[in-house]
């Protein structure tokens, strides 16, 4: 069972082994083991260079308690090999670390790349089942605590591995019996290991989830500061926080003291093999079956086993953290996506205003109750229809529907007569366009938030072009001199989402932004807010400007909009309860009717 | 913690920059590095001790046992020497370890929390100009890079000990194979320093980019709604790929140097074992030393190869862990300048307060000058009564409701409610008489409940469906599943703007203060509710209102409606009075209806 994380339809992480985990990384980011062989074998160069110095040591020591005749001359020449050696052994090493650090962080960013893609491909849906700062820290923070198992780990596994091979072979060649010993005295401990890594990968994936909640927590601090700093919420604030940070602290240390006993054990059974060693090579020696020289090497090799041993628990640590975090961007990455583009795309019928059917249409959101029921609606080509009703009537959702942000459950939306399923997403997302109430707006100047996704469109777009065609925007809607009021014009910085400017000011930047996208079928949540009425004239104009020969399909929040529009729709608890002309729904003396006429009192005992 | 008076940023050069922030790390969490480091001091000593036992055993032990001059079974003894050794090796590792764990971690804890102090003290206006992504990457990954060095720095402190015993031990078998083993030390220095001043700058351009990477993938996070709207996920995309490819390339190169560094600081105790070997013989030839000295001595070589690696962790940290901190501390030291007063002003809840703003300008300078944005703005607003600002984009009413709960300081001008200076009271003093509603309402991850009382107990269910009744909005909540223990999800995504509104002045409400301002908070609300809350508020809640709004509508409703242009009160009077008599505010408030007059006219023209 994936962990269930509060709701959030992005599981907290895989239910991968550690091992299937690797493998599943190593399968999404394959640069990870570009060119492994090479580096395997520069490996073992590597790691043959770590036999060196048991070797000399036997060599001295023999000589001495031989007592040869040319001791020095001896001696120098196996010096100057062992330097050789020790020298090719490390210039190995150099070419590994540089091969491997490469290699990782390649695959690293493309991990990260692909997460952060599959998460705008997941419907908004599912995004907002998760909070923003969780999702930041998949693509950051998860994706770093990999990189130091792939840059260092992976090496040290790697030469420890390694390593005990060359320290077996050399230790084969001098005695099999104390191979054998020191083996034998190492297989339980490997079998205690295992649960022991199971406890440490257990919290280290704790870690992880802790580090989610408390980003969570810090998140919702940063964006709701105004209201944690108007409300004199700091303190009971700054005590969530500071609960998510010791939970972390304390997930961390727990962590790491399991780390610290497995290490332990590590190290204990290692040096317990040295006694062993001690004790038996002495009986070994007097029975004639090995040197002094050769079981004093023997103690040098045991250390040279041990120390990968120790090492390869090391990392085995560090593995399972990076685990933890594989498994959060891998679950994120394996998050079904909801609304697929299709694999055959049918030939697209050519750009210009289209015409919208939707069909039987019912929609519920998943686990819920039915939010739409029996929705049919049709929007002619280059017409303009308006939907009203109450909050919570669909009207939003069926602007979701349209727009493709969901399917619906039961029935069928179509475009130009083609089912919304068979456009292509680049298709649909050119030719059909939502603006949402609250445009976000990125911290950048207003021109680049109105060129904003141009050079997709038009790949290749120069600069030039760019800031002629929103200059064109900006002069077509009638916003010049709204912008001839900012200091800095067009090129003024709007701030973090937008937050410089007034409520008004952003939608005006969201209309030019969807008046240079050229989409055909424009699905508009109007904004509900009053703003200034001289900006209010001035978004009226534009969106008369914006809706000029396109088809529309306006959620109007004021019914003078609905009055305007060429086809009106009224819904109710998810049905379509009327619709017609505006005129035609006012002579039916109905629910429209009702609205429209409580809507002119309540406006006409503002006029003087 | 730090006291308000030292900067939290570490001072100086880089070299006293990485001192400061490793004494500082040990003198905040003493108790447990006294344990950790006295741990990894015996861990050093009784490596060392291991090494001399083991040359003891090849010389005392196997060579005589094999030459046939002991007994075999005399090797039990030897061996159990070796066994207590490693038994007490052991238990060091695992206090040196946990307690290195727990250093790290609380040092780490300390930034977060620091850093979270911060985030909730320092306004809006502060937040505003800093990007989310960045805070977020300060808490996680720079608190963690702050604090890496304090990993291995035990272990590294406890290898010092281990080369002073080193040194002690091989000077006491011989000088000249001491010598010759520590010839390698000023290599490794020179290595190290080297090292650590290629690795410094090249390591902070990664932490750089690490915050950008963050920043980009929050705001791109924050804007999926968008980015789906407009089917720009490629460009988001391509966005992204150029800061985590840039990160690769840094994250490349820091990685080569430490590939080309390891491996000579990693070969250098095996040149030096070398030379003991060597050196050694000749000693042994020499009559100077025995067999069972070499072998210690090269045993212990062998033995320290991998804690002298410990001084190359650290260095390699330090540099990583520097920028970490000093990132941090930009946020921690960043000051607040509107800091609370100490005076504690007792108004009984529910009592409504005057408000009186005297002489108020406030100002800033950028480029083109020093702009205006309110100047001498005198304004009083009777107890009880209600005040509406209009005015367009711009003239600065925004500002001037903002600066009676303290969200900024005027630059000139006093404020007070009911004669105390907002500016000497305390922050709680303030919050609990003067609410503020902003346009955008922040809907928490919790029930309604919560987002009403923000957490607090003393509110009971009565109170809060009083304040839901009189924001309108307890219709609604009833329909909730769990009528107010409803959880409304992060940000409330499935609340309409007029809920979130409603929600924003109920959270107001149940607090009831003596000054209520309402930033523009009703403007997603239809007219009729608008009109509806306010009644209710006037009727049964005695508090000042002054409400930012634009519709006539709202103005209607005022006692008094003040009129501001360009920083600066143009008008004063009822709605009534002001739209006969004063163009400007005619011109303000009818300028949509006429547009659309004059539009009906054109089409009708056209007709």
């Given at each position: 069972m994936p962990d269930s994380n509060?709701?959030?339809?992005?599981?907290?992480?895989?239910?991968?082994g550690a091992i299937a985990t690797v493998r599943r990384g190593i399968q999404l980011t394959p640069e990870l083991i570009n060119g492994i062989w090479l580096t395997l074998a520069l490996a073992v160069l590597a790691a043959a260079g770590k036999v060196v110095i048991p070797i000399t040591v036997q060599q001295a020591v023999d000589a001495t308690t031989s007592g040869a005749e040319n001791l020095l001359g001896e001696i120098t020449t196996v010096g100057t090999i062992a330097l050789i050696a020790i020298a090719v052994a490390a210039l190995s090493t150099t070419a590994v670390n540089i091969r491997l650090v490469r290699n990782a962080e390649r695959g690293l960013a493309r991990l990260r790349q692909q997460a952060f893609r599959h998460i705008h491909r997941l419907s908004v849906l599912t995004q907002n089942t998760e909070r923003r700062g969780a999702l930041v820290s998949r693509v950051t923070s998860d994706v770093d605590t990999i990189s130091l198992f792939v840059q260092w780990g992976g090496i040290m596994l790697l030469t420890s591995v390694l390593q005990l091979v060359a320290a077996t072979a050399v230790m084969l060649f001098y005695s099999w019996q104390l191979t054998i010993l020191v083996w034998v005295t190492f297989i339980p401990f490997m079998f205690l290991l295992r649960p022991a890594q199971r406890r440490v990968n257990v919290s280290f994936t704790r870690v992880r989830s802790r580090m989610g909640d408390l980003l969570g927590a810090v998140s919702e601090a940063i964006v709701g500061s105004s209201t944690v700093y108007s409300y004199g919420i700091a303190d009971k604030t700054r005590e969530k926080i500071t609960t998510r940070v010791n939970e972390h602290r304390s997930a961390g240390v727990q962590a790491m003291t399991h780390v610290a006993y497995s290490f332990a054990a590590g190290v204990f059974a290692a040096n317990l093999v040295l006694v062993v060693v001690v004790i038996a090579g002495a009986y070994l020696g007097v029975a004639g079956n090995i040197t002094a020289g050769q079981l004093v090497a023997f103690l040098f090799l045991t250390q040279l086993f041990t120390g990968p041993v120790q090492l390869a628990t090391e990392v085995l640590n560090e593995l399972q953290n990076a685990v933890a975090g594989w498994r959060r961007v891998i679950a994120v990455i394996e998050t079904?996506?909801?609304v697929t583009s299709p694999e055959n795309s049918v030939t697209q019928p050519p750009r210009g205003p289209g015409a919208l059917t939707i069909t039987d249409v019912a929609y519920r959101y998943p686990g819920g109750d039915l939010v739409l029921n029996d929705v049919n609606l049709h929007v002619q080509a280059g017409k303009r229809v308006a939907v009203v009703g109450e909050t919570g009537s669909g009207k939003t959702t069926l602007a979701k529907l349209v727009t493709r942000f969901a399917d619906p459950t039961h029935g069928h939306i179509a475009f130009d007569g083609i089912d919304l399923k068979d456009h292509s997403q680049e298709d649909l997302r050119t030719r059909i366009l939502l603006i949402p109430q609250e445009g976000f707006l990125f911290n950048a100047t207003i021109a680049e938030n109105i060129a904003y996704g141009i050079s997709q469109r038009?790949?290749?777009?120069t600069q030039e072009n760019i800031t002629q065609t929103v200059h064109q925007a900006i002069h077509e809607l009638g916003l010049t001199p709204w912008l001839s009021t900012?200091?800095?014009?067009?090129?003024?910085e709007v701030g973090q989402r937008g937050e410089r400017l007034s409520a008004g000011e952003r939608q005006l930047i969201a209309l030019a932004r969807a008046y240079i996208s050229g989409a055909d079928l424009i699905v508009m949540d109007e904004v509900t807010s009053a703003v200034d009425p001289a900006t209010e004239v001035t978004i009226s104009r534009a969106l008369e400007k914006l809706m000029d020969g396109k088809s529309t399909l306006t959620i109007a929040h004021r019914l003078s909009t609905a009055a305007a529009s060429d086809h009106v729709v009224v819904m109710d608890s998810g049905r379509v309860v009327e619709q017609g002309t505006h005129e035609q729904l006012l002579a039916l003396q109905g629910r429209y009717s009702a609205m429209y006429n409580a809507w002119i009192s309540q406006t006409t005992s503002q006029q003087h | 913690m730090t006291s308000q008076n030292t900067p939290y940023a570490l001072p100086g050069s880089q070299t006293r920059q990485s001192i400061t922030l490793m004494t500082r790390g040990i003198r905040n969490e003493w108790r447990i590095y006294a344990i950790a480091i006295a741990a990894s001091g015996v861990f050093g000593l009784i490596t060392v001790a291991t090494s001399r036992v083991v040359g003891h055993l090849t010389s005392s032990y196997i060579i005589p046992i094999l030459d046939g001059n002991r007994s075999v079974a005399t090797i039990w003894a030897g061996a159990g020497i070796l066994f207590a050794v490693i038994v007490a090796l052991v238990i060091s590792i695992v206090f040196r370890r946990i307690f290195a764990a727990q250093g790290t971690f609380h040092l780490q804890a300390r930034h977060r929390r620091a850093l979270g102090n911060k985030f909730v003290e320092l306004p809006p206006a502060w937040h505003r100009q800093t990007s989310p992504g960045k805070l977020l990457s300060n808490v996680s990954s720079d608190s963690e890079a702050a604090t890496s060095?304090?990993?291995?720095l035990p272990f590294m402190l406890g290898v010092v000990v281990m080369l002073i015993a080193a040194a002690v031990m091989l000077f006491s078998i011989d000088s000249w194979l001491a010598l010759s083993a520590f010839s390698i030390i000023p290599i490794m220095i020179i290595a190290n320093l080297f090292f650590q001043q290629k690795m410094t700058p090249a390591v902070t351009h990664a932490q750089e980019l690490r915050g950008e990477v963050s920043e980009v993938a929050h705001e791109s996070f924050e804007a999926a709604t968008l980015v789906k709207a407009m089917g720009t996920e490629d460009t988001e995309a391509k966005r992204f790929d150029t800061v985590t490819d840039d990160l690769e390339k840094a994250n490349v190169r820091a990685g080569t140097i430490r590939a080309v560094f390891d491996p000579i600081i990693d070969a250098l105790p095996n040149i030096g074992a070398l030379l003991v070997l060597i050196v050694g013989l000749q000693r042994v030839s020499a009559g100077a030393a025995t067999a069972g000295d070499i072998v210690s001595a090269a045993y212990l070589m062998s033995l320290l190869a991998v804690p002298v690696r410990s001084f190359g962790w650290v260095l390699a940290e330090l540099p990583r862990s520097v920028v970490g901190y000093q990132r941090v501390a930009q946020v921690v030291d960043t000051t607040n300048t509107v800091t609370p007063g100490t005076h504690n002003m007792t108004l009984t809840p529910g009592e409504p307060a005057e408000v009186k703003l005297a002489d108020i300008g406030v100002s800033f300078t950028d480029e083109h000058g020093t702009q205006h944005v309110l100047q001498n703005v005198t304004l009083t607003i009777t107890a009880g009564t209600t005040m509406v600002l209009m005015g367009r984009t711009g003239a600065g009413k925004s500002t001037l409701v903002s600066l009676i709960p303290r969200l900024a300081d005027p630059d000139q001008g006093t404020i007070t409610i009911a004669d105390h200076n907002v500016a000497e009271l305390t922050r709680t003093a303030l919050s609990n008489s003067v609410v503020f509603v902003a346009q955008s309402t922040f809907i928490f991850e919790d029930t309604v409940r919560t987002n009403v009382t923000?957490?607090?107990?003393?509110?009971t269910d009565e109170q809060v469906w009083e304040a839901l009744e009189a924001a309108h909005i307890a219709d609604f909540v009833r329909t909730l599943p769990k009528g107010i223990n409803t959880n409304l999800g992060e940000r409330g995504s499935n609340l309409s703007g007029g809920q979130r509104q409603r929600l924003a002045i109920a959270r107001a409400l149940v607090r009831r203060p003596s000054v209520l301002i309402l930033d523009d908070a009703t403007s997603a609300l239809d007219p009729q509710v608008e009109q509806a809350i306010l009644a209710t508020v006037r009727q049964n809640y005695a508090t000042t209102v002054i409400m930012v709004a634009y519709r006539a509508a709202s103005a209607r409703l005022a006692d008094e409606v003040c009129v501001l242009a360009h920083g600066n009160i143009v008008a004063r009077g009822t709605h009534d009075q002001l739209v006969t008599t004063n163009n400007y505010y005619q011109e303000l408030v009818m300028a949509y209806e006429r547009d659309a007059e004059q539009r009906r006219e054109d089409s009708n023209a056209g007709l």
């Open positions: 509060n709701g959030s339809h992005i599981a907290s992480a895989s239910n991968l079904p996506i909801d038009h790949p290749g777009i900012l200091p800095n014009g067009e090129n003024t | 060095v304090f990993n291995p923000l957490s607090d107990s003393a509110y």
